[in-house]
């Protein structure tokens, strides 16, 4: 059973900086696309980066030049940096298997001063 648990969100000021983590467990995940995305209530979930099972990446407009996705095969996990933060940026974020596996719990990112 595929099993995804992220971690590191967090309340930060406007223009901070957080390092998001997903590890993933029960899938061949060097073989695997993997994604981060990211929901508000009321929201629909929206797409925030992927990256692929050879590391090309791939971000939505109003992220790019912020956010930065890479994965370590070695410790099955996917990370999202997340540079110059912006309150608009607050959500919860959510990794996943593309382009159809499970969703992780989710962690909540907060940007405010």
């Known amino acids: 059973q595929v099993q995804l648990v992220e971690s590191g969100g967090g309340l930060v000021q406007p223009g901070g900086s957080l390092r998001l983590s997903c590890a993933a467990s029960?899938?061949?995940?060097?073989?695997?696309?993997m994604a981060w995305y990211r929901q508000v209530p009321g929201k629909q979930r929206e797409m925030v980066a992927t990256?692929?099972?050879?590391?090309?990446?791939n971000y939505r407009d109003s992220v790019k030049g912020r956010f930065i996705i890479s994965r370590d095969n070695a410790k099955n996990t996917v990370y999202l940096q997340m540079n110059s933060l912006k309150p608009e940026d607050t959500a919860t974020y959510y990794c996943?298997?593309?382009?159809?596996?499970?969703w992780g719990q989710g962690t909540q990112v907060t940007v405010s001063s």
């Open positions: 996943r298997i593309i382009p159809s596996g499970p």
């Open positions: 029960g899938s061949i995940f060097s073989r695997d696309g």
């Open positions: 990256i692929s099972s050879g590391a090309y990446t």
